[in-house]
């Protein structure tokens, strides 16, 4: 019996106009040119998947032009001498050493195709007979690391690579806290499993991500492939990554089967993967199945299911290809898709004077919610898939990324279609646009360019930043246009008369309106610093710089040098800082601001000097909901009261508090004895201490 035939999945069954022309000959120039173009496009996309953590489309995109890349390969075998491609991708950067795998790292088969994982299990069926059992997991999609453990202690941590070598994290990895530093066995061992980034922890990271006006993270599999290659090991701990487990490398051939390895796992307290045992095609489709319909009961993203054979003998009979083993297969879940037109591009410009394509879409049913708007990534984007207004078109929706366009059916083009012409100048200002060095956006450097004022002013009374209540996009704009407010300072100048005239504006809410602007006078100096708008200067850094220079004269005081050698600021945030008061209308500005009573900090604030409280010094989780707050301002209440807040349950926090709707977090608490807070207890314990603003 043939059991080395290689297993190949089919290409997945979607239309092919995927960004490609579907014309050429056969096997000819035309087909060679076409595998050519679209092994560059291959290379592109995994230099900025692996490469930069980037990646401009979902997987499922990416498969597509794979399979398409794979059949044409087993058309024209010889091509692969024209390929550029490694067989399994490269994630090894600059930077780290490197370390060879002791056995190779291998990657998956993929599919999304039912008839292929049939055609699996008929194979390894053919090949080890019927006996064979499979083991179905959640494919968790965060990124592989091979850890080994010698002594009873945590040595290494090694990214895939290339599949042969990888690079150490072992720096970033030991920060992990849900994954033992130490274990109760001391011969050689290697656990292989996920790093991932929560989505819980995904989502609060994004929040603050727009709270502090920079781009959201596109999914949680990057952000968590991002951190744990940062060279500062503080800031990737901020990031709470995760691990679980789901192989051993070496020790694992001391075990019967995969079952007994991830028991083996679990009992020296390594978190494992869960997984279903199946016997045959009908068995390992229920658990697929299952395990699509629970995938919002896991903590990580999943994006599919992996099958495996559960017995070692059998699998060392089935062997593996250069990239993947024969006893394993992924089937990975489709995103979401819908075809619908694309009525207009129109060109969105950003505070930082960054101007954005956005696709208006005619409304559409896309993964539970209606879209009417997708990303158009830049200008080379439209331009390289001459995506036009008008064109009927697929959008996408894979797990948390924004909805992009993804496809243009070429056919249902209207005659009277033109390519899209990217502006040569700012459609708000008409100034023209310019592209920097390295960078894909286009911008408008126009420091007068009205969006950019009213965005610039819409950060700075934001809740993450001033906190001016009431004083929202639509009423900023509606000022500006009557010449009321251009700049920061003339929030302050505002009074009761002008404001009165407006249509929907009664005295109330032009009393509360003035309220609050007098209110936000008195915020602290980090509100005040990240509402400016300096680049790179975001919340944290802002705390950061307060924290150290606690008045706006300090830190317009503090040199180039002062700010570097400040541990958590690197260079380019104290460039960005310099540059930004060395100019002379900055300089300005806070003067007027200074001049109309905004606090600029206070090197003795006694406010600062705060009561101790429950929470001081104490580090907590916070899960469930709650009726007085979203967890993001609970988590603030917190800190201001001198608390951290964690992500994972571990015996060294202070308390978990419990929300309504808590689950595993409350059993794990449960379990460790960790002390639980319910929402009536947390409100006695804020109203113990006054909080500092
Ligand atoms: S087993 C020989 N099990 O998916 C490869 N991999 O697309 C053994 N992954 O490289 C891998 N969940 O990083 C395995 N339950 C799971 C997994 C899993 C996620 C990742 C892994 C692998 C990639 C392939």
Not at 442 to 465: T, V, Y
Not at 573 to 595: G, H, K, P, V
Request: charged content about 25%; overall charge negative.
């Amino acid at each position: 019996m043939d059991c080395h035939r290689q297993f190949e999945p089919n290409a997945p069954t979607m239309e092919r106009e995927i960004f490609g022309d579907g014309h050429g000959d056969a096997g000819g120039k035309d087909a060679l040119e076409k595998f050519l173009s679209i092994d560059r496009e291959i290379t592109r996309h995994n230099g900025l998947y692996y490469g930069e953590n980037a990646p401009e489309i979902s997987d499922f995109t990416y498969d597509q032009l794979k399979a398409e890349w794979e059949t044409m390969l087993a058309a024209h075998p010889r091509w692969i001498i024209h390929s550029q491609q490694s067989p399994i991708g490269d994630d090894r950067r600059r930077g780290f050493s490197k370390m060879q795998h002791r056995i190779p790292m291998l990657s998956l088969s993929n599919t999304y195709g039912r008839e292929d994982v049939s055609a699996f299990i008929r194979n390894v069926r053919n090949c080890v007979g019927d006996s064979v059992t499979f083991a179905v997991e959640p494919k968790v999609d965060g990124l592989a690391i091979s850890l080994i453990y010698d002594g009873g202690r945590l040595r290494h941590a090694i990214t895939r690579g290339n599949g042969v070598e990888g690079d150490d994290v072992t720096r970033n990895v030991l920060n992990i806290e849900n994954l033992p530093k130490e274990i109760p066995h001391i011969a050689p061992l290697e656990v292989r499993g996920e790093i991932y980034i929560s989505l819980e922890d995904f989502a609060r990271i994004n929040e603050g991500r727009s709270r502090d006006g920079l781009d959201p993270f596109a999914n949680a599999r990057n952000l968590a492939a991002g951190s744990l290659k940062l060279l500062n090991p503080d800031r990737a701990r901020e990031r709470h990554l995760q691990f679980i487990a789901y192989e051993m490398g070496i020790y694992g051939e001391n075990f019967p089967d995969h079952v007994a390895v991830l028991g083996a796992i679990a009992s020296l307290g390594i978190p494992t993967n869960g997984h279903w045992l199946a016997d045959g095609d009908g068995a390992v489709w229920d658990a697929i199945v299952r395990c699509r319909e629970g995938r919002s009961r896991y903590a990580f993203a999943i994006d599919g299911a992996v099958i495996k054979v559960n017995g070692h003998v059998h699998r060392d009979r089935l062997g593996s290809i250069a990239s993947a083993p024969r006893w394993a297969i992924a089937y990975k879940y489709a995103p979401d898709r819908a075809t619908t037109r694309l009525l207009a591009i129109k060109l969105q410009v950003g505070r930082t004077g960054i101007v954005a394509p956005v696709a208006h879409l005619e409304p559409v049913e896309l993964a539970g919610s209606t879209i009417q708007r997708a990303t158009l990534h830049n200008g080379d984007e439209i331009a390289r898939h001459d995506i036009r207004e008008g064109d009927t078109v697929t959008v996408e929706k894979a797990g948390e990324v924004i909805p992009a366009i993804v496809a243009v059916d070429v056919h249902l083009r209207p005659d009277s279609s033109q390519p899209f012409i990217y502006p040569s100048h700012c459609p708000a200002c008409e100034e023209p646009l310019y592209r920097f060095d390295g960078e894909v956006a286009w911008r408008c450097i126009n420091p007068n360019c009205p969006p950019q004022i009213i965005r610039r002013l819409e950060h700075f009374a934001s809740k993450g930043a001033m906190d001016i209540h009431s004083l929202g996009g639509q009423r900023i704009a509606l000022f500006h246009g009557a010449g009321l407010l251009d700049r920061f300072s003339d929030i302050y100048r505002l009074h009761a008369a002008p404001l009165e005239n407006f249509p929907k504006l009664g005295k109330k809410s032009v009393q509360g309106l003035l309220l609050a602007i007098e209110a936000s006078k008195e915020r602290p100096l980090w509100r005040l610093l990240h509402g400016l708008g300096i680049p790179h200067v975001g919340a944290q850094v802002a705390k950061l710089l307060e924290k150290k220079w606690p008045t706006m004269e300090m830190i317009m005081g503090a040199t180039l040098e002062n700010l570097q050698n400040c541990d958590t600021i690197g260079g380019t945030i104290a460039e960005s800082i310099t540059s930004f008061f060395r100019s002379d209308s900055n300089r300005q500005l806070i003067d007027e601001l200074a001049s109309l009573g905004v606090s600029m900090g206070n090197a003795t604030d006694p406010s600062e000097i705060r009561a101790p409280s429950p929470f001081s010094g104490k580090s907590f989780v916070i899960t469930g909901s709650f009726q007085a707050f979203t967890r993001e301002e609970l988590r603030e209440e917190i800190e201001r009261r001198g608390g951290t807040v964690r992500s994972a349950v571990s015996k060294n926090i202070h308390g978990l508090i419990v929300g309504a709707g808590a689950g595993g977090k409350l059993v794990e608490a449960r379990r460790l004895g960790v002390e639980t807070v319910d929402e009536a207890h947390l409100h006695r314990l804020l109203s113990e201490s006054t909080d500092k603003e």
